[in-house]
């Protein structure tokens, strides 16, 4: 195989890990401590967990990504696909940095119905593609959850969306 289709496949399998470690780095700096001070819905994880827990969905959603385009997927799954990375990427900005919790709220359904739409495509392109993003989709309605969660419980305290 040539160098170029080898750097090609690595970059669409790390491009979502590298995006979310941008985010992480730049836009939720503060988000363990922010985390830490709010009131949390039951079956909320420790902070640690979300670092490990995303690691392993943005890997999963580069190789179900590659798997897709190996298959020849058209423009519209792949713009399916970036579109709903975007919106993962852009629910860490608005929650963390902006702290505009209730438009994170709506952002987070909107994001958890791009997910399955992302794997229903994926599906129908490759089963094995689809069912890579299952966890994901788990995670998202989860995160939608905590989000619904962490919103109930501390809008009305005047920090929760103090920057």
Request: glycine share 6%; charged share 15%.
């Amino acid at each position: 195989m040539k160098f170029s289709k080898v750097l090609k496949y690595a970059s669409i399998i790390s491009a979502p890990l590298i995006g979310g470690r941008i985010i992480g780095k730049y836009a939720v700096q503060n988000a363990r401590k922010d985390y830490k001070k709010n009131v949390k819905p039951p079956l909320s994880p420790p902070g640690y967990v979300f670092p490990i827990v995303w690691s392993i969905l943005y890997l999963s959603m580069g190789i179900a990504h590659f798997i897709v385009v190996k298959n020849r997927a058209n423009k519209t799954v792949n713009g399916i696909y970036y579109s709903q990375l975007g919106l993962n990427y852009l629910w860490s900005i608005l929650y963390f940095k902006y702290k505009l919790r209730g438009a994170a709220l709506i952002e987070s359904y909107i994001l958890f119905s791009s997910v399955i739409l992302t794997a229903t495509q994926f599906y129908k392109v490759k089963k094995s593609a689809g069912l890579l993003l299952l966890p994901y989709v788990c995670w998202t309605a989860f995160a939608a959850y905590l989000t619904t969660g962490n919103w109930t419980l501390n809008k009305d305290n005047p920090r929760y969306t103090e920057k």
